[in-house]
């Protein structure tokens, strides 16, 4: 079981570009959410998937959009990045959501700067 | 509306001494609590949860937590640090039927030898 995986680990772009980071877990888990992590400020919600199908809006989704391709996988993308969105970016996935059901397991990140 | 509160950015303590770290809830329903650490460069792992039934929780590592109510906290201790516990520590509050945790802005436990 590789839990949840997270590709590139590493990213430079130059403002204006966009990318795609990609999202995979193999627990069979029916939600899947994006954070972003700031220095101070703890981890912020993105966006998340309740289960497949379903997309909703975090606390910070300005900037970006998402994807559930299926079941394992769950794309976040930014169609034109901007210094502010200089971070580390974790997915996380979890039975399903509401109350105990949020035990989440977190991917090992993607630190994303951009020039 | 659910938030959490960690006191402390940055806690030390000497490697055998008592770990403290400090969590206040803030929920309007019984919530669902939880503790991550998170070591460098890598993602949060579950530490321990409290879901309504035991106060005191306990977890891996030979962490545990206590719920009080009367005093909207959900604290993490350990008796004695060790130097593999020197990393971040964030306290997450859910609520049943919601669908996203709540994080506070993490602490970050130093062991000193």
């Known amino acids: 079981n590789a839990g949840v995986t997270q590709t590139p680990k590493f990213q430079v772009l130059k403002t204006g570009q966009s990318m795609t980071l990609q999202c995979a877990q193999d627990?069979?888990?029916?939600?899947m959410y994006w954070y972003r992590q700031d220095p101070g400020m703890g981890l912020r919600l993105i966006y998340y998937?309740?289960?497949?199908?379903?997309?909703d809006k975090g606390e910070v989704p300005n900037g970006y959009n998402v994807s559930r391709l299926n079941k394992r996988e769950f794309s976040l993308r930014l169609e034109s990045a901007a210094p502010s969105q200089t971070s580390v970016y974790f997915c996380?996935?979890?039975?399903?959501?509401?109350?105990?059901?949020?035990?989440?397991?977190f991917g090992p990140g993607t630190r994303l700067t951009v020039t | 509306a659910q938030s959490v509160t960690q006191l402390g950015s940055h806690v030390s303590v000497s490697e055998g001494a008592l770990v403290l770290l400090r969590c206040n809830y803030s929920?309007?329903?019984?919530?669902?609590l939880f503790w991550y650490v998170q070591y460098p460069n890598q993602g949060l792992q579950l530490l321990l949860k409290?879901?309504?039934?035991?106060?005191l929780v306990k977890g891996i590592n030979g962490f545990e937590a206590e719920f009080k109510k009367s005093e909207t906290s959900f604290h993490l201790t350990k008796p004695s640090a060790h130097m593999s516990d020197a990393a971040e520590y964030f306290c997450?509050?859910?609520?049943?039927?919601?669908?996203?945790?709540?994080f506070g802005t993490g602490t970050r436990l130093t062991v000193i030898p």
């Open positions: 996380a996935s979890s039975e399903r959501t509401g109350g105990a059901f949020h035990e989440q397991y």
């Open positions: 627990m069979n888990h029916n939600s």
């Open positions: 998937s309740a289960s497949e199908g379903t997309t």
């Open positions: 929920s309007s329903v019984p919530p669902y």
């Open positions: 409290y879901t309504s039934a035991a106060t």
């Open positions: 997450a509050v859910s609520r049943p039927g919601a669908n996203n945790l709540f």
